[in-house]
């Protein structure tokens, strides 16, 4: 079985530019959530959706958007690309907006 | 403010020998518990999970125990053997339902 997949896996951009990182869940799963994760950081939550919609937000600007489509897949945007930005981006999917987590591993963002 | 957090950033233990990985949590309203184990180039892996209604539980060869009057969550890993290097996350999870992680502990396992 296909755990979490995340794509691209490595990344490379300029500084204002915008990206586009992309999840698919495992079969099944109605929930995806996003984490950033800084270098020598723990994972900081940034979006977690259900059926579609928004159930929780994490403490990031409005650069950063979401949304997840009909089979459940979803997208991450980041508008306006900073230095900071550069991360190793967590997809992660459960069954329910209540349940265990499974991560992918993570789409690698470097910007310059 | 509420934080999860950990005591120690790097633990180095003896192949074979038992090791114990801590974690302090302030948030007394999170209801769930999650250890992470994260090895290089990969994502957080599930090891073992904790209700707030329970104090112990064990999976194979790791144990969580959860202290709810100091707040304190440990992962204990018995036999801990090479493959188990890794750096490892507590992590809670609030009523909104997103998890917060701590900073994450290395665990070096000498042969």
């Known amino acids: 079985d296909a755990g979490v997949t995340q794509s691209p896996t490595h990344l490379i951009k300029t500084r204002g530019q915008h990206v586009t990182l992309r999840c698919s869940p495992i079969s099944g799963h109605k929930s995806v959530s996003w984490y950033q994760q800084v270098l020598g950081q723990g994972p900081q939550f940034i979006f977690q959706y259900y059926e579609k919609e928004e159930r929780g937000r994490g403490n990031f600007p409005d650069r950063f958007s979401a949304r997840q489509f009909p089979n459940y897949s979803s997208e991450l945007n980041v508008n306006a690309l900073l230095l900071g930005d550069s991360a190793l981006y967590l997809c992660?999917?459960?069954?329910?907006?209540?349940?265990?987590?499974?991560f992918g591993s993570g789409t690698r963002l470097t910007v310059v | 403010g509420e934080s999860v957090g950990l005591h120690l950033p790097t633990l180095s233990v003896q192949e074979g020998d038992n090791s114990i990985i801590n974690c302090a949590y302030s948030n007394s309203a999170s209801d769930y518990f999650i250890w992470y184990k994260q090895e290089s180039g990969k994502g957080p892996q599930f090891i073992i999970d904790?209700?707030?209604?329970?104090d112990k539980r064990q999976g194979q060869r790791v144990t969580v125990l959860l202290n709810k009057t100091v707040k304190h969550l440990s992962l204990q890993i018995a036999a801990t053997q090479p493959g188990d290097s890794a750096v490892y996350f507590c992590a809670e999870r609030r009523n909104n339902n997103d998890m917060r992680f701590g900073a994450g502990t290395r665990l070096t396992v000498k042969p």
């Open positions: 904790i209700r707030s209604n329970m």
């Open positions: 992660a999917s459960s069954e329910g907006v209540l349940d265990g987590y499974t």
